[in-house]
């Protein structure tokens, strides 16, 4: 195995071709996420395949992920291969503008860890510099109208955002039509400022549950309820936070 490699309990994750790796928001993101009775799955801009695998270790779905960039796409698509759910997984090479014309299928169920740094400076490479600025490759309003458009009448929008974004994003998408229904606001610490929004989004109105997630305690170690919501996935994690083994998106 490539140290490039990520390891979970029932699947493994190759990156080495993405520009952007496994990550905690994904990890975050993939756990929260209540597939329900979902029978078509969607993740725009998978990167790696993470989500949709998470996704399909949880549920019976069929599952359907997209990606603008050809390394990135052609490498989930092997992760899925390599999987125990190769039968109902594939990648599809096409941005969410392109999809969202093209396909006549509708998503019970669609999720998106996506690119989001609006103000940070220029990322190293131009693949990873495509995949964490929002507002270059993929606008809000097209995020928003790719679901509206993509979503069954019932079905149900999840996304992981930093906190300044995902305000943004939730005032833009009320806007557009596509309600707030849960939002769990994401701490390191339980003093910490919310560092990211995880939201879940439907086509009506309804009063929104919110709740909050605590990623470690005050030595570092991980909160009871961190390990709780990722224990399928992990193999196993450091005591603290900081140690090797657990990376993240920034």
């Not at 125990?84 to 006549?104: D, E, K, L, M, N």
Request: charged share 25%; hydrophobic share 40%; aromatic share 8%.
């Amino acid at each position: 195995m490539s140290q490039n490699d990520f390891r979970f309990k029932q699947f493994n994750i190759q990156q080495d071709r993405c520009a952007m790796k496994v990550g905690t928001d994904g990890v975050l993101l993939g756990a929260w996420v209540d597939p329900g009775n979902a029978k078509t799955i969607l993740d725009i801009g998978t990167g790696t395949g993470l989500l949709a695998l998470m996704l399909a270790q949880k549920s019976d779905a069929v599952i359907h992920a997209i990606d603008i960039d050809e390394d990135s796409c052609s490498q989930a698509n092997t992760n899925f291969s390599n999987s125990p759910w190769s039968a109902r997984i594939q990648c599809i090479h096409q941005s969410i503008q392109y999809f969202s014309s093209h396909t006549p299928n509708r998503y019970d169920l669609i999720v998106s860890n996506p690119p989001y740094f609006i103000d940070a400076h220029p990322a190293p490479s131009e693949a990873r510099n495509i995949a964490r600025h929002m507002g270059e490759t993929l606008e809000v309003d097209d995020l928003v109208s790719g679901v509206l458009q993509l979503l069954s009448p019932a079905g149900r929008f999840c996304v992981i955002l930093p906190f300044k974004e995902g305000l943004q994003f939730r005032e833009h998408a009320a806007a557009k039509g596509l309600f707030a229904w849960r939002v769990t606001k994401v701490k390191t610490k339980v003093e910490k400022q919310e560092k990211r929004f995880m939201m879940e989004f439907g086509l009506t109105e309804k009063t929104v549950a919110e709740d909050e997630l605590v990623i470690q305690e005050e030595d570092l170690s991980f909160t009871q309820e961190y390990i709780e919501l990722t224990k399928d996935f992990y193999l196993g994690l450091p005591k603290k936070r900081s140690d090797p083994g657990i990376s993240s998106r920034e």
